[in-house]
């Protein structure tokens, strides 16, 4: 075991926040890898610079990804961590736990890595930091023999993840734990052996508050809402108009002003066609007002970080879309796979798809996947004429009115 | 045998009675105190979840902890949420007061609800990433620190959502964040002509850079970097270590605020740049705890009630937030990338 | 080793002509094997699929996934 100093590191035990540096140290009691990590760690704190090197190689039998490669730059210095890989996990739905689940994954992890994790990666997986080329198969094969199996990591369908949902979530408007569940074992396959451009992500939130941020984090966002009208308790209404003023936090805040509150009756009343399914009035009085009976979800496409074309947020391809597990969720798989297929076909090496879409434009795209364009697709319609006219639509004859020759 | 593809473990294992029997069926919820949710069912159930925050990167002795405590006072279920809190799920009222003195006595961070700074959604920086502009888990460390009195209580005008990517990768969903940090690289990679020429294979090199700025050098038997398109964005050492990107004296923090990713009220909206440099100071980074906090208590002042950081900047005007900031507006802060020109002020109406 | 079969097994043809192909470059992306051995790029990705499962070929992630023989492309040091 090191025992030197870490002095920058050790200021970021102090204050009440709990500290990463307490739980590298407690992994170094068992492991000499996290032991070095601290001694690596305390390096690019003093030296203001990263030490780690990118890998390419996986080496799981059968699977293209689920371990990321990762070497310190100066391995005779550190070498228990000269390899230090990254093994994601695929969590289950929702991130609920067992503790006797929780314990198997510790368990295993004690055995062949550094005891380090991250619970969990912004994708949504457990993440195992930390352990060396020899071990990765063991370790994956013991994870499977417990019932776990890898997550998505390079240019494939990275691992799908869900909000709360029906779980613990009055607002959830399909059953996103289920979905998440069902959807990630049919794509297996694209999860694990990557084959298209670049990578690929499916969040699913159960309501517009998109508590997994899809709509910024998912290629594909896929948001609980519903077709019909919010439906109000008025009973309940009168018992929030005792405790808060419906006005001015519900009514006035209303991006669509189509809530009315008589005071005098107590009662408060919604223009359903101009409602646009924002949540904030059943946020802020979840007893009293519901989404509708006919729930379903948002399909969005293209949501990404900033590399390389700048961030984009998904945009509306299916406005509304029944997401039920009574029909395995088919018409969601069969359009996913419709959109894959065209995104693998005209994509350019890493380039997500929302790039491809932009770069071929939008129209191709719809003809491509088969939906027809519906205006909930755009905020408002185009400021050009500059229209490319199929021309297989138009009279092409080349004659004048008059039957001439033009 | 290892079975391929046998998917995630089944969520349904994973529920605690009470979840299961209310599946779907959940009425409403309350917060009754900071980092407690109650969420009744139609049934009258209830179950409480305790809210705690964790630095994300954690031992394996950590997660052991919170299982003899979930074991205690749970019945053995517990959860993470998206933004690394781990939530114990009470269905016996009983035991929530007795687990809220356990989490207290331990030193545990109870907290994160309603009208909080939750966790700060973060990447592996230093930790483990190849190439960070800055540390992550230390960043946030010292933010938290700072920010700590929002985060156990629920007195901000609205909730408060923080992200961290500690490069132009954006692993963190930051950009669409009330308030953002990310590491920025501000000057191109130094090549080592040497390391290439042993080995490294240079049309996948060239590939590799997302604005085309390397251009092969046969002659050299290496490559050229074009400085000026380069977006310092260390792809190509990821490609290869030949393509040193991290500069200590010049790597730093950018600032974006305004971003949400909920539809409530207004539009999803993106993080914008406010700050365009802030210097690496570690280990606890007091220029971006400092500029953050006052980001925060200027907002608290001024926003009317339920109004997050963007939805109260676009109401007074990004003219009006830099005066009142006293930030120094410059030329970094006027988008010359792909989608500038929808930020340019197409209209004769403005304040000062 | 266990699979989910979804696809049904792979056309031993086309695993011969990957590794025949794969024999002559360092590393490619599945598509252009696709293109260049005239076979459609699902038959390919089933085909590697089995191909790595048999311990033959590998994945790579270099920026983006690449395939090539296995142990043909080195661990950087
Ligand atoms: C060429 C560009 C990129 C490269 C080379 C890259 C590389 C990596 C690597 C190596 C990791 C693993 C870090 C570790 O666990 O050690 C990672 C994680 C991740 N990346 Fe990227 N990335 C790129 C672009 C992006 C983009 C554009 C996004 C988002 C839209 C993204 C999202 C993520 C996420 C969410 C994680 C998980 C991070 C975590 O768990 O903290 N990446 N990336
Ligand atoms: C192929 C497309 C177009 C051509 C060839 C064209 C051509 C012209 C021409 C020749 C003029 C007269 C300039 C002058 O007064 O000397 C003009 C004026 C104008 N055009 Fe266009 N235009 C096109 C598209 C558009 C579009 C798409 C818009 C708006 C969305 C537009 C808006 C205007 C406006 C506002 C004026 C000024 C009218 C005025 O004097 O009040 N044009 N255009
Ligand atoms: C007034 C509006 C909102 C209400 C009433 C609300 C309600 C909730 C509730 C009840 C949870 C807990 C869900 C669970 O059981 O895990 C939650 C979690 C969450 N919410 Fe919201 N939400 C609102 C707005 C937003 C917005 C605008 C965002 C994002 C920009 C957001 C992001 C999240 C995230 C990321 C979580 C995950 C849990 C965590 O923070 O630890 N929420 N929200
Ligand atoms: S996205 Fe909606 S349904 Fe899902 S947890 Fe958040 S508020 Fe609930
Ligand atoms: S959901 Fe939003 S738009 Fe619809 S009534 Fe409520 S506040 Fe108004
Ligand atoms: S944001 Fe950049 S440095 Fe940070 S983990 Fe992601 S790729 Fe690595
Ligand atoms: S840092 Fe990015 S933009 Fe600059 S040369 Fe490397 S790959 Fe290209």
Redesign the interface.
């Known amino acids: 075991m090191t025992e030197k100093n870490t002095p920058l590191l050790d200021e970021l035990e102090k204050g009440k926040w709990p500290s990463f540096v307490t739980e590298i140290k407690r992994a170094a009691v068992k492991s000499e890898a996290a032991g070095e990590l601290l001694q690596v760690l305390e390096r690019s704190y003093k030296e203001r610079r990263g030490h780690w090197k990118h890998g390419g190689i996986v080496g799981v039998r059968g699977y293209g990804g689920g371990v990321i490669g990762r070497y310190v730059d100066e391995p005779q210095t550190y070498p228990n961590v000269a390899e230090f890989h990254t093994v994601r996990l695929l969590q289950p739905s929702g991130w609920f736990y067992n503790t006797k689940t929780l314990r198997t994954v510790c368990d295993i992890w004690e055995k062949y890595g550094s005891g380090l994790t991250n619970m969990h990666g912004s994708t949504g997986d457990i993440i195992l930091l930390g352990c060396k080329t020899e071990h990765i198969q063991p370790i994956f094969d013991e994870f499977s023999d417990a019932g776990f199996d890898l997550g998505g990591s390079g240019s494939c369908l990275r691992t799908p993840n869900c909000c709360v949902g029906p779980g613990r979530c009055e607002h959830a408007c399909y059953d996103t734990l289920e979905a998440c569940y069902n959807i990630t074992n049919e794509f297996m396959d694209e999860l694990h052996r990557p084959m298209w451009p670049y990578k690929s992500k499916i969040k699913f939130s159960g309501c517009a508050n998109d508590c997994t941020s899809s709509i910024a984090r998912s290629d594909c966002s896929v948001i609980g809402t519903w077709r019909d009208t919010l439906r109000i308790d008025q009973e309940a209404v009168k018992e929030y108009a005792a405790k808060i003023n419906i006005k001015a936090a519900v009514c006035d805040k209303c991006p669509t002003s189509c809530l009315t509150f008589n005071a005098e009756t107590q009662e408060l009343s919604v223009v359903g066609e101009d409602c646009t399914r924002c949540m904030h009035c059943i946020n802020v009085m979840p007893k009293a007002i519901q989404p509708g009976k006919e729930k379903g979800a948002t399909i969005l496409i293209g949501g990404k970080s900033t590399i390389v074309q700048s961030a984009f947020m998904s945009w509306v391809i299916v406005p509304f879309m029944k997401m039920e597990a009574e029909d395995d969720f088919a018409e969601f798989k069969d359009l996913m796979r419709r959109i894959w297929e065209w995104w693998d076909e005209h994509g350019k090496s890493r380039e997500r798809i929302g790039e491809t879409i932009y770069r071929l434009g939008m129209t191709k795209f719809l003809n491509g996947i088969e939906v027809a364009p519906v205006p909930q697709m755009v905020f408002r319609p185009r400021a050009n004429p500059y229209v490319f006219w199929n021309q297989d639509d138009l009279d092409r004859s080349g004659t004048a009115l008059d039957g001439s020759k033009l | 045998m290892a079975i391929l593809d046998q998917g995630p473990p089944h969520y349904k294992k994973m529920l605690p009675p009470i979840v299961q029997e209310n599946y779907g069926k959940w009425k409403y919820h309350e917060i009754p105190s900071p980092g407690v949710l109650k969420h009744v069912g139609e049934s009258g159930a209830a179950l409480y979840s305790v809210r705690v925050g964790t630095p994300r990167l954690v031992s394996i002795d950590f997660i052991r902890d919170v299982c003899v405590i979930a074991d205690e006072y749970c019945d053995g279920f517990l959860r993470w949420t998206t933004r690394n809190n781990v939530e114990f799920l009470v269905s016996d009222e009983a035991k929530l007061k007795p687990l809220l003195e356990k989490l207290e006595a331990e030193g545990y961070s109870v907290g994160g609800t309603g009208r909080s700074v939750s966790n700060i959604v973060h990447t592996q920086g230093w930790v483990h990433c190849h190439t960070p502009a800055t540390d992550a888990s230390g960043v946030v460390k010292a933010v938290m620190d700072d920010l700590y009195e929002y985060f156990n209580t629920m007195k901000l005008p609205a909730k408060l959502k923080m992200g961290l990517a500690c490069c132009l990768n954006m692993c963190g969903a930051a950009h669409c964040s009330d308030i953002a940090i990310v590491g920025v690289h501000r000057t191109p990679p130094r090549i080592n002509h040497e390391v290439i020429r042993k080995g490294t294979e240079i049309p996948s090199l060239v590939a590799s850079c997302p604005t085309g700025a390397i251009r092969p050098d046969p002659k050299n038997k290496s490559v050229i970097v074009n400085e000026d398109k380069c977006m310092y964005c260390g792809n190509c050492y990821t490609m290869s270590p030949a393509m040193e990107i991290y500069d200590p004296k010049n790597d730093g923090i950018a600032i974006l605020i305004g971003g949400k990713t909920s539809n409530a009220r207004t539009s999803p909206s993106f993080s914008r740049m406010v700050i365009p440099f802030l210097p690496n100071t570690a280990p606890r980074w007091p220029e971006t705890t400092e500029a953050i906090r006052k980001i925060i208590e200027l907002w608290i002042a001024n926003a009317n009630d339920g109004e997050r950081v963007g939805e109260w900047v676009e109401r007074i005007g990004w003219e009006r937030f830099f005066t009142l900031a006293e930030l120094p507006f410059s030329d970094m802060l006027i988008d010359d990338y792909i989608f500038s020109r929808e930020t340019f002020r197409t209209s004769a109406q403005f304040k000062y | ?4 079969m ?2 049904g097994p792979a056309d031993p043809e086309v695993k011969a002509k990957v590794l025949e192909y794969l024999g002559k470059v ?1 590393k490619a ?3 252009d094997v696709a293109v260049a051995i005239g076979a459609s ?1 699902s038959d390919v ?1 089933n085909a ?2 089995e191909l ?2 048999e ?1 033959l070929v ?8 690449f ?1 090539c023989l296995k142990g043909k ?1 080195q ?3």
């Open positions: 080793m266990v699979f989910k979804a696809r360092q992306k599945s598509r790029k990705d590697v699929k790595t499962a311990d590998e994945y790579l992630y270099i920026t983006t996934t395939i492309v661990t950087p040091d």
